[in-house]
T-cell receptor, first 111, second 112 residues
Framework: SQQGEEDPQALSIQEGENATMNCSYK?????LQWYRQNSGRGLVHLIL?????REKHSGRLRVTLDTSKKSSSLLITASRAADTASYFC???????????FGQGTRLTINP | SQTIHQWPATLVQPVGSPLSLECTVE??????LYWYRQAAGRGLQLLFY??????ISSEVPQNLSASRPQDRQFILSSKKLLLSDSGFYLC???????????FGPGTRLLVL
């Protein structure tokens, strides 16, 4: 079964608005990662948050982690058309030997 | 800097034909290497991973196999393709002791 599950599956917003995606996971983790995938391309690592961190920022990205609820959120502020992509959360298993990815949130930014 | 290559970018093959997809990494040594498959609009399914030359771990029993003949080369193969093998195949690498994976551009395989 999937370790991470994203919500919503699809999100469509207007350019300039903020986009929030959520990820839930099942087992204890020492970090959680977010990746972006443009259509037909490979995944690109966005940000990693460790289990002892509650919030992390990178440019227009803000990630939160609530280990008590086993959930994380990714906020993209002031969205741009170039942010249109699928976003995946991933959690390590087997001592970080492997990553388990969720099904992703498909984000569309409308001009 | 490190780069990862995959080829071919697109492949159309008949059912029953063999398959060989190649992935190479530059600029790093002894990487962990991964093969994933992604169905349309879905998440990634880990197929194989390798921690060193000749060391392959299989995640999903199926029609595919993997090999690592050189430190920075990872090959995905099949002797006879099935329709269900169609998908987007992604190779990734991770530095020893690191946590982030870096992905190649992918190969889109269509089996007809």
């Amino acid at each position: 079964s999937q370790q991470g599950e994203e919500d919503p599956q699809a999100l469509s917003i207007q350019e300039g608005e903020n986009a929030t995606m959520n990820c839930s996971y099942k087992t204890s983790i020492n970090n959680l990662q977010w990746y972006r995938q443009n259509s037909g391309r490979g995944l690109v690592h966005l940000i990693l948050i460790r289990s002892n961190e509650r919030e992390k920022h990178s440019g227009r990205l803000r990630v939160t982690l609530d280990t008590s609820k086993k959930s994380s959120s990714l906020l993209i502020t002031a969205s741009r058309a170039a942010d249109t992509a699928s976003y995946f959360c991933a959690t390590p298993i087997q001592g970080a030997q492997k990553l388990v990815f969720g099904q992703g949130t498909r984000l569309t930014i409308n001009p | 800097s490190q780069t990862i290559h995959q080829w071919p970018a697109t492949l159309v093959q008949p059912v029953g034909s063999p398959l060989s997809l190649e992935c190479t990494v530059e600029g790093t040594s002894n990487p962990n290497l991964y093969w994933y498959r992604q169905a349309a609009g879905r998440g990634l399914q880990l197929l194989f991973y390798s921690v060193g030359i000749g060391q392959i771990s299989s995640e999903v029993p199926q029609n595919l196999s993997a090999s690592r003949p050189q430190d920075r080369q990872f090959i995905l193969s099949s002797k006879k393709l099935l329709l269900s093998d169609s998908g987007f195949y992604l190779c990734a690498w991770r530095g020893t002791g690191r946590e982030t994976q870096y992905f190649g551009p992918g190969t889109r395989l269509l089996v007809l």
